[in-house]
């Protein structure tokens, strides 16, 4: 597969894409609040946040779909409202919402998103290579009503890459969409990547965000309340935790009395045969905490350790936002 950059900046330090300090409200619901962000060329960008926490809102004032009621968004240096064009031009947004013409073919619907930006036959050879890459070769002549939903959201991609943009934002590219699938899709984007394509991902699954992003962004409540880079989110104190999973002979409806206050402290969860402690690497050594257990009258049968990883520092992250 090839992938091509369209643009060549004089300056190569200019930021993919620069926000400074956007807001945006609806009524009295404050969606963004002075949000600030520098996404660098060549990089695989996380935007991560619950539902409601602004990405959606900053994503759609990114493709000049929705106009910030204060602060500057930018593209390659292009302002995205005084110089719309070329921001455009720079940026493929694959969007959420599988929103297509029922009535024409997948290469029909790529033909007509190339001529949105002036592009005609000369641009039916990139057409074919977009096809191929995402396995829609057989598919091409085909109507979009006629497609599964994963099929469409390939097409999804083809089209926000048929102006073969320098700046990738894909929105949950992978949602409902079944594991081949994801995998292809996480193949193809990480070889756009490599070929030098800025990528920014939104996703749920936070595995996803994990294998794939080397910098995170989380979003909650209209502000960025982390930013770094992943091996930095999974080396902090948040994934310093391990999770221990026991199995136990019988079901328990309570924990014994018998069981030390120290190790209760580390029960986060417990139903019927299953116990989820959770231990402190440097500190709680699980042969002691086993012992403690056993001491307590509960027989052990199976058990299973997990480390710490994106999904911790997310959920510790943004409940600890929502309860301040």
Known sequence: MRCFIISVIANPMTAAISINNVKKSYGSLDALKGV??????????GLLGPNGAGKSTLINIIAGLANADAGSVSVLGHDVVGDYRQARQALGVVPQELVFDAFFSVREVLKIQSGYFGLGRENDAWIDELLEALALTDKADVNMRALSGGMKRRVLIAQALVHKPEVVILDEPTAGVDVELRKLLWNFVEQLNQKGHTIVLTTHYLEEAEKLCDQIAILNHGEVIA???????????????????????????????????????????????????????????????????????????????????????????TSKKASS
């Open 36 to 45: 600030d962000l520098t996404i660098n060329r060549g990089e695989f960008f």
């Open 227 to 317: 930013l770094d880079t992943k091996a930095s989110l999974l080396q902090s104190e948040i994934c310093n935790k391990l999770h221990l999973i026991i199995k136990t002979a019988e079901p328990m409806a309570q924990l014994p009395d018998a069981l030390s206050p120290s190790i209760r402290d580390k029960v986060k969860h417990l139903d019927g045969c299953q116990m989820r402690l959770e231990l402190h690497k440097d500190k709680d050594v699980i042969v002691d905490v086993l012992a403690a257990i056993a001491d307590a009258g509960i027989k052990v049968v199976d058990l299973e350790t997990e480390r710490a990883d994106l999904e911790d520092v997310f959920v510790e992250l």
